[in-house]
């Protein structure tokens, strides 16, 4: 449980994306930076004990989606021109 909470701490590639490079975040850096959230929040997830294979995956697209609207805020989404 210790190397989940961990793993969740160190994730939000795409807010830290935003934060970092502000105005200058390509489009294979935010999609690199969304795969990675969504493998380390799944894998945090699946160190649960009573999750499924489904409860972890949805567990990890459901906070990378978080992460990434708050990554969107922070101006990571620049160059998707939305």
Do not use: E
Not at 58 to 67: E, M, N, Q
């Amino acid at each position: 449980m210790k190397h989940a909470l961990l793993a969740l701490a160190v994730s939000g590639c795409v807010t830290t994306a935003g934060i970092v490079k502000h105005q200058d975040v390509s489009v294979p850096l935010l999609i690199g930076a969304t795969v990675a959230d969504l493998v380390v929040s799944s894998a945090a997830a699946s160190q649960i004990q009573q999750y499924s294979f489904g409860g972890s995956l949805a567990t990890g697209l459901a906070f990378t989606a978080v992460d990434v609207a708050i990554g969107c805020l922070t101006g990571a989404c620049t160059a998707l021109r939305l």
